[in-house]
């Protein structure tokens, strides 16, 4: 009686393929544009607080 061994690794490669990488976001997102909105109205707020007081 022969025993013979074989790798099925060709197929389970092709049935379990990786998951593509997540898309990079671009530097300028609307999050970074907001946070740098909001800091500068708070600057100009400062400023506004300086010349009343």
């Given at each position: 009686?022969?025993?013979?061994?074989?790798?099925?690794k060709?197929?389970?490669?092709?049935?379990?393929k990786k998951?593509?990488?997540?898309?990079?976001r671009a530097p300028s997102t609307s999050l970074t544009l907001r946070s740098?909105?909001?800091t500068a109205d708070l600057e100009d707020i400062e400023?506004?607080?300086e010349m009343l007081a």
């Open positions: 009686m022969k025993v013979v061994s074989v790798s099925r060709s197929e389970t490669n092709l049935l379990r998951a593509p990488p997540p898309p990079k740098k909105s909001m400023k506004l607080d």
